[in-house]
T-cell receptor
Framework: GAVVSQHPSRVICKSGTSVKIECRSL??????MFWYRQFPKQSLMLMAT?????????EQGVEKDKFLINHASLTLSTLTVTSAHPEDSSFYIC?????????????FGQGTRLTVV | GDSVTQMEGPVTLSEEAFLTINCTYT??????LFWYVQYPGEGLQLLLK?????DKGSNKGFEATYRKETTSFHLEKGSVQVSDSAVYFC??????????FGAGTRLTVKP
């Protein structure tokens, strides 16, 4: 299957700083990328959907100014957690779907464990 | 809107036991159905999928059949192993829309 690479896998940052998480599709063009947040022992919560070259669509309750999403190319999307606080500590997962494949499944990155201290 | 309802866990089985994790869905049109597996500390991996009614997805001994008449996609395995311990997510996808996930079912297999 297609490969989605997410980086970093783990990050620890100080409260008040910003953290950028990258999501890359390595062998296909991802017309749509999704960012999820997962709390311990819970399912994935969709945060936002981004289409290449356009603004991300955020789910209700997700702060746009806090979670900045950029999808500047067909192979890269970034999530920046701005002015991070301990409550932002979580597992963040990206996924990507391509526009030139007959399949409809999403391919997932490995996830990023963010810890804000 | 589209949604997925998944059997609540956790599920604890002995090695070589039979596994069933129930999944039902509500959707418009003709969605594709998926099972994803998440091992501790990792992202999600596609386990199997079915793209139309009556299709059977299978992988690593796991199977699920897309049943349109019962709107179900139950996951089964005849003989589980300790290495199958993970969280399993049922999901539904429409073309280029986001995936809708079930709540996840944590499976623990004991030797």
């Amino acid at each position: 299957g297609a490969v989605v690479s997410q980086h970093p896998s783990r990050v620890i940052c100080k409260s008040g700083t910003s953290v950028k998480i990258e999501c890359r599709s390595l062998d296909f063009q991802a017309t749509t990328m999704f960012w999820y947040r997962q709390f311990p022992k819970q399912s994935l919560m969709l945060m936002a959907t981004s289409n290449e070259g356009s603004k991300a669509t955020y789910e209700q309750g997700v702060e746009k100014d806090k979670f900045l999403i950029n999808h500047a190319s067909l192979t890269l999307s970034t999530l920046t957690v701005t002015s991070a606080h301990p409550e932002d500590s979580s597992f963040y997962i990206c996924s990507a779907r391509g526009g030139d494949t007959e399949y409809t499944e999403a391919f997932f990155g490995q996830g990023t464990r963010l810890t804000v201290v | 809107g589209d949604s997925v309802t998944q059997m609540e866990g956790p599920v604890t089985l002995s090695e070589e036991a039979f596994l069933t994790i129930n999944c039902t869905y509500t959707a418009t049109g003709y969605p594709s159905l998926f099972w994803y597996v998440q091992y501790p500390g990792e992202g999600l991996q596609l386990l199997l999928k079915a793209t139309k009614a009556d299709d059977k997805g299978s992988n690593k001994g796991f199977e699920a059949t897309y049943r349109k008449e019962t709107t179900s996609f139950h996951l089964e395995k005849g003989s589980v192993q300790v290495s199958d311990s993970a969280v399993y997510f049922c999901a539904l996808g429409q073309w280029n829309n986001d995936m809708r996930f079930g709540a996840g079912t944590r499976l623990t297999v004991k030797p």
